[in-house]
Structure formats: structure tokens, C-alpha cells
């Protein structure tokens, strides 16, 4: 029988996904292993491999289309020998849309009946075992002539925004299907005078922004993790802040030193990379600041694993050096360019930014001085840096310039108290001010 192909979760953390690009058209052939799709998760672009071998029979859901919801079926998989115009019609009826539509609708329709005197039963023509079909208004196909009419997710969304009868559409797409560009090319049904959905009344939405001119940018699937993460954090999470000022000159002459040595190898290291070092073993060595708060119970970390905060074209994205606390320098320096680099290009894999023990966000390079930076659930702390400037600085009771640089702590005050945050603290700075401790 047909086999659907569904929108799969590509992340712990994934429950919608944007279809960026299919790599196969309808009646192409595929194997176990084949691309079938790039996808867009909340953290990275990634492909989709086949898993069962078989004909493309139908394309369910449009390159670009964002929002696609976890298990929603996106493609048509005919078997060996089952026609493909038949696998075209098996869509199942299960997409969370019509899912979500169809509870709805009996929710409403038992509160109706409860309130309603009995009637008696009506026998009803027997049909299918398929779940009874919403109206179109509910994202469900609607029925012409006794008869289904096909239109894609994408499609019957749009009509239901325009207010469009599907069964008065003639559809372009394979078997008659109506697909996006049908839809948008129709007039809408919806009385001028009646809003969208959900929407806002145009004169409030136009007090918003005024006059000023704009231009309309789509939010990427990283941007909107990351707005929905954060939100959660600060809502959720009580925040406490603790900053100490670090003399950078040992950790700078030391960097120099340690590049001298380094150059023949190709290695080059950055301030970034001996701070990520810093933190790790500051962590190590204050296991009372190096948990997560789970409920019930605290996680504490045996091992430092230290995500780092990159900007990306698409949004904030934190790839993970994993042991940093056990990894050399030039180890970390040309693990964190490569993950940089991914990062940048919406390449990681889930491995290589899900988990994290701690973070580090270094805004030094901006100029910032000094800031505040939001934990990153499920983790206890997390190290904002800014740069480094030259201060005047009390050395051997002699006032005198030197290279320093503000470093401020979030704590989950859930996890870890006070106390136990200025301990952390106080060992980074240390570990900053005398780096021959990173060595040891």
C-alpha cells in the first residue's frame, strides 16, 4: 500500500519545520538513503533521507512552506507495482491541521448536543474508516459532487484566509490537484467587511508603525526558537546577575606566547578560546555552580561542556565544545572554527549544538563593555564578556594601566545560590589573571 512521507522531528526540540527545498519531483524513483528534502529545523538547514524505496507520487506540501507541523504528511510514496495515480489519492486524513480542526469541531458539536433535546438517531450512509471530514474552513478537503476534491495543506490555507469555496477552483497540479499558485490567483469569498482570523483591525495595526516606511522580513525558524526559548527563560526562570572586572595582560602575554609556538602548526588562538578554557575549568572546580536545575532534582556536570554563542545570518545558534575543561587550547581553537563556520552557514548537526552544560556569550569584538545575557534553558549560568580596555588598575599598591575586562554572570537561582555563583566567579577570574592554570 502507499506509503505517506511525513514531516519528521529532526531535534528533541523540533515541533514545526520549514520545507525549504525538495531534491525529487513526482515520479522520480528512490532507494533507502536517497535526499528526498533540505529542511529547515529550529537550529540548521538539514536533509532528509528516504527510508523505504519506492515512486514519488505526490509533492503534499510546497518548497518554502513554513510552519509544517511534526508528523504532517509532505509526500506520497508509491511501492513497486501500485500505480502512482492511486498513491496520489491515498493522502490519509491525519494531518495535525485536520486533526486539530476535526477536535475542535467535536468538542463544539457534544457541547451542542448536551445542550440540545435528544433526537432520534439517523442512519447515515456508510463510508469509509477515515475520521469524518471537516469543512474547508477547517483545512479539510471539501466535497464536490459526492466526490473529493484534492488541494494541498498550503492551499487549503490560503482559501480558508481568502474565504474560497475549493469546490469552485479548477486545480494545476498532478491529478487535478489545487495547489498554491491556484488559490492565490483566485478572488476571495470573504465579505469585504468581515476580518481575517486572528487578524488585527487594519487601523490598529497602521497606529503600530505610523508612517514610517518598512520593509516585510519572514522570521526564520531560528529566530522564532530563539524568541520562544528566551521568552520562557525570563519568565520562568529567576535570574540573578554577579560581575567582576579581570586584569587580561597575563592571559594576553600568554596568548601571544602560546600563538609564537603555534604558527608552524597553522593554529591561531583567540582570546574566545582561552575564555571558553577559563569558564570550563573555573567550572570544575566550583561543582556546587555547575548544575541544572530538573524539577525535582539538580543535575551536576562531571564533565564541562561549554556552548558558545555565534551569530548567524538566521539568529543566535550556540555550538557546543564538549570536555572543554579536558581539550587543549589549539584543540579548542580549531574545534570552535570549524563549528563557527557551520554555524554561520546553517550546517550543524543536532549533535553539535543540542546539550551544553554552560554558555559563553564575548560581545568584546563590538566594543560592549559590559552586559547582562539571558540563561540558555535547561543550563544554570551563563558568562557574558565584553572587551577589553585599558583602565587604570591598583598594581603592587601603584596605580598603574593595564588591560581589563568585565565579566558578568546569570545564575538560575533555582540551582545555584549567591554564595555558590560569586565562588564561580571568582574562579574564572582567577583562572583569567594566571592562565598557567588552564595548563595544568
Not at 48 to 69: L, M, R
Not at 309 to 326: E, H, N, Q
Amino acid at each position: 500500500m502507499p506509503t505517506p512521507i511525513k514531516m519528521p522531528a529532526l531535534s528533541p526540540t523540533m515541533e514545526e519545520g520549514t520545507l525549504a527545498k525538495w531534491l525529487v519531483k513526482v515520479g522520480d524513483s528512490v532507494a533507502a538513503g536517497d535526499l528526498l528534502a533540505e529542511i529547515e529545523t529550529d537550529k540548521a538547514t538539514m536533509e532528509f533521507e528516504a527510508v523505504d524505496e519506492g515512486t514519488i507520487a505526490s509533492i503534499e506540501i510546497d518548497e518554502g512552506t513554513e510552519g509544517v507541523a511534526v508528523g504532517t504528511v509532505i509526500a506520497m510514496l508509491a511501492a513497486e507495482g501500485e500505480s502512482v495515480e492511486d498513491a496520489a489519492k491515498a493522502v490519509p486524513d491525519d494531518k495535525p491541521e485536520t486533526k486539530k480542526a476535526e477536535e475542535t469541531k467535536t468538542d463544539s458539536s457534544d457541547k451542542k448536543k448536551s445542550e440540545a433535546p435528544a433526537e432520534p438517531a439517523k442512519a447515515q450512509p456508510r463510508e469509509s474508516a477515515e475520521p469524518q471530514k471537516a469543512p474547508s474552513k477547517d483545512l479539510a478537503a471539501p466535497e464536490k459532487d459526492g466526490e473529493r476534491v484534492f488541494a494541498s495543506p498550503l492551499a487549503r490555507r490560503i482559501a480558508d484566509q481568502k474565504g474560497l469555496d475549493l469546490t469552485q477552483v479548477k486545480g494545476s497540479g498532478p491529478h487535478g490537484r489545487i495547489v498554491k499558485a491556484d488559490v492565490e490567483g483566485a478572488e476571495g469569498g470573504r465579505p469585504a467587511n468581515e476580518a481575517k482570523p486572528g487578524a488585527v483591525a487594519g487601523s490598529a495595526n497602521a497606529s503600530m508603525d505610523g508612517d514610517a516606511p518598512f520593509e516585510e522580513e519572514k522570521v526564520s525558524g531560528v529566530r522564532k526558537v530563539v524568541a520562544k526559548r528566551l521568552t520562557a527563560a525570563k519568565q520562568e526562570v529567576p535570574h540573578y546577575y554577579l560581575s567582576v572586572d579581570i586584569n587580561l595582560d597575563a592571559l594576553l602575554a600568554a596568548r601571544k606566547d602560546l600563538n609564537a609556538m603555534l604558527e608552524a602548526e597553522g593554529v591561531k588562538l583567540s582570546v574566545n578560546d582561552l575564555l571558553i578554557k577559563a569558564l570550563a575549568k573555573a567550572l570544575m572546580r566550583t561543582p556546587q555552580a555547575h548544575v541544572s536545575f530538573q524539577g525535582d532534582v539538580l543535575h551536576r556536570y562531571q564533565r564541562a561542556d561549554i556552548s558558545v554563542a555565534v551569530a548567524s545570518p538566521k539568529g543566535l545558534i550556540t555550538p557546543i565544545i564538549r570536555g572543554a575543561d579536558r581539550k587543549s587550547l589549539p584543540e579548542i581553537a580549531t574545534e570552535m572554527k570549524e563549528l563557527a563556520g557551520k554555524a554561520r552557514e546553517g550546517k550543524l548537526q543536532p549533535h553539535e549544538y543540542q546539550g551544553g552544560t554552560a554558555s559563553i556569550s564575548n560581545l568584546g569584538m563590538f566594543g560592549i563593555k559590559q552586559f547582562d545575557a539571558v540563561i540558555n534553558p535547561p543550563q544554570g549560568m551563563i558568562m557574558a564578556v565584553g572587551a577589553g580596555e585599558q583602565r587604570p588598575w591598583v598594581i603592587d599598591g601603584q596605580i598603574a594601566p593595564a588591560t581589563i575586562m568585565t565579566a558578568s554572570g546569570s545564575f538560575d537561582h533555582r540551582a545555584i545560590d549567591g554564595a555558590e555563583g560569586a565562588q564561580l566567579m571568582e574562579a574564572f577570574k582567577q583562572m583569567c589573571e594566571q592562565p598557567m592554570g588552564m595548563m595544568l
